[in-house]
């Protein structure tokens, strides 16, 4: 069961977006990071149930993020939602272990969507 939600993403507004399509109804707990070191910090902090991380940011990137998260926690469920859908990005990170790459800006429905697959993943 998915409780804890962590956003990174160098835009405060894609953050809001993002949030803004998560369902308010189920009580997710969310939290956020302005970069991918921020990220990984914030992820060994909270141990989120899934992490949805875009690719392009300062001091860390979201590949880099992604293979240190999963060095971290192996079972870590990161989505990657990213305005970058070059085949050799989205192959990249689906090899370091992301469930998913979800083009944005998202949606209510493929939010929905990303989140059924994590629920699913997780079991």
């Not at 979201?62 to 192959?91: L, Y």
Request: include cysteine; proline fraction near 6%.
């Amino acid at each position: 069961m998915i409780k804890k939600i962590l956003l990174i993403d160098d835009s405060p507004i894609s953050r809001r977006i993002m949030k803004s399509c998560i369902p308010k109804d189920r009580g997710y707990e969310l939290y956020e990071a302005g970069d991918g070191l921020a990220g990984l910090e914030t992820y060994k902090d909270v141990r989120p149930d899934v992490t949805f991380m875009d690719l392009t940011m300062p001091v860390m990137d979201g590949a880099e993020a992604t293979g240190k998260i999963k060095e971290f926690h192996p079972e870590a469920v990161v989505i990657v939602c990213t305005a970058d859908i070059q085949i050799k990005s989205i192959t990249n990170v689906l090899g370091l272990g992301a469930l998913m790459v979800m083009k944005k800006p998202p949606s209510k429905e493929t939010i929905e969507d990303a989140l059924a697959k994590a629920e699913a993943h997780i079991g």
